[in-house]
DNA sequence: GTGTCTGCAAACCATTTGCATCGGT
DNA sequence: ACCGATGCAAATGGTTTGCAGACAC
């Protein structure tokens, strides 16, 4: 969990990275879970949960808090802002990188110590409306 | 739960909805429960959950999605940011009503029709750090 | 009187965890 | 060989729900 901590390379973490890192959706654990579970039959949802949140924390991928109740995950670590359909709950990229100054502007307003920030869109895809 | 609905007023409601307007924070549906338990022994949790719901439907108050594992709720209605300390949780608003733009320019960015958003800074309240 | 609201307890569901075993280094 | 990783199943914890009685209108 700390800094010195390299992962070791396990198929189950191969192929969970592999297929996350494959679609363009932001699945959700339960999702991952049936996706790899078609390479690795004996891969458990523990070992999901486990190895997202590791891998989450080792910055090679995004845990996203998007709306819904599910947590999702993104295999693009790059920072970058997320559409959610209202109807459909698909979650979308948003290329919207020209706003890097709302910290900047917070700051102005609170005596609290800015770290970071997360600003999701919520709406309807194209297909739902 | 439509528009025609009109809520009935009894105790439990008065006094969930007086609890939370009058303090700053934005308590859990479990401190509230706390809170309204001093004055209604006999409430339940249950009631204090459906009851936030139903007034966050009808905008007299929000559920905000922030962070944590808890939602929170926030006696004022008007729309306005909050941050959140990575450290001991608390939660305050943020007068940051400058950027309404986010989203006409969000619209450039997407095929979604866009209908709202959510934006919330972390960081470390005065106290933490 | 009617239909909503309440208290209670059980159900739900996403996520986490304990433990014995397995496997990467 | 060591220690992290895994599978399995049970536990957790916030929130929801079914039901019978109580209350607002």
Redesign the interface.
Known sequence: MSLGTSLRVTKQRQVLLDELCKVRSHPTADELYQMVRRRLPRISLGTVYRNLELMAENGMIQKL?V?GTQKRFDGNAAPH?H?R??KCDRV?D???S??LD??Q??RK??????????????????EC?
Do not use: N
Request: negative net charge.
């Open positions: 808090a709306g802002y559409v359909c209202l979308d948003l290329d919207l020209l706003e709302v910290e502007k917070a307003h609170t005596d609290f110590t800015i770290v970071r920030h997360s600003l999701e869109f919520a709406g309807l895809c194209p409306c």
